[in-house]
Antibody, heavy 121, light 109 residues
Framework: EVQLVESGGGLVKPGGSLRLSCAAS????????MSWVRQAPGKGLEWVGR??????????DFAAPVKGRFTISRDDSKNTLYLQMNSLKTEDTAVYYC????????????WGQGTLVPVSS | QTVVTQEPSLTVSPGGTVTLTCASS?????????PNWFQQKPGQAPRALIY???NKHSWTPARFSGSLLGGKAALTLSGVQPEDEAEYYC?????????FGGGTKLTVL
């Protein structure tokens, strides 16, 4: 059974930093393209970014609102995905979900339960 | 920045059929956008329903189907059940980026 468990969320002040983790199990993590999606309270889903598998180059792409502030990394030895968030803004307040792919153009087949990141002074 | 547009809300009677659509500000949605559809119920994480326009996951009920319709991606629910009341999101692949629609709140009444 595929499991994705996010952690690391919590209250952070504007301008601050936070690192989220996503522990994966039940599939071959090293082969999967992994993504982060967020959802502001009462709002819709917003794609944050994606990292390819290392065999496919390991590069990441980001949505415009977070480009230059957020980075995504992965540790295949620990089956863990990370989202480093810097220079946080109040509009980054959201539940952050990690997702896993199981094939081409299937970046969001599996979802974690999410972790809440409130950004407030 | 591409904008993906969905109906904000739709209402359907139990047992009825409803079609949700997904349009792109860049023009007609084609299979090359690999449309995905997701269902989200209150307090839950989203769940994938459809990928690459019309392909179902192993867990997707047979009453859900995806297609292209009039330049848009479409999700059709046939024989709607009360448990289908939820928010539905489409997503389009645009090069290295992925763009979600604003969501459609489906009410079963």
């Amino acid at each position: 059974e595929v499991q994705l468990v996010e952690s690391g969320g919590g209250l952070v002040k504007p301008g601050g930093s936070l690192r989220l983790s996503c522990a994966a199990s039940g599939f071959t993590f090293s082969n999967a393209w992994m993504s982060w999606v967020r959802q502001a309270p009462g709002k819709g889903l917003e794609w944050v970014g994606r990292i390819k598998s290392n065999t496919d180059g390991g590069t990441a792409d980001f949505a415009a609102p977070v480009k230059g502030r957020f980075t995504i990394s992965r540790d295949d030895s620990k089956n863990t995905l990370y989202l480093q968030m810097n220079s946080l803004k109040t509009e980054d307040t959201a539940v952050y979900y990690c997702t896993a792919s199981s094939g081409w153009y299937r970046d969001f087949d599996y979802w974690g339960q999410g972790t809440l990141v409130p950004v407030s002074s | 920045q591409t904008v993906v547009t969905q109906e904000p809300s739709l209402t359907v009677s139990p047992g009825g059929t409803v079609t949700l659509t997904c349009a792109s500000s860049t023009g007609a949605v084609t299979s090359g956008y690999y449309p995905n559809w997701f269902q989200q119920k209150p307090g839950q994480a989203p769940r994938a329903l459809i990928y690459s326009t019309s392909n179902k996951h192993s867990w997707t009920p047979a009453r859900f189907s995806g297609s292209l319709l009039g330049g848009k991606a479409a999700l059709t629910l046939s024989g709607v059940q009360p448990e289908d009341e939820a928010e539905y999101y489409c997503l389009l692949f645009q090069g290295g980026a992925r763009v979600f629609g604003g969501g459609t709140k489906l009410t079963v009444l």
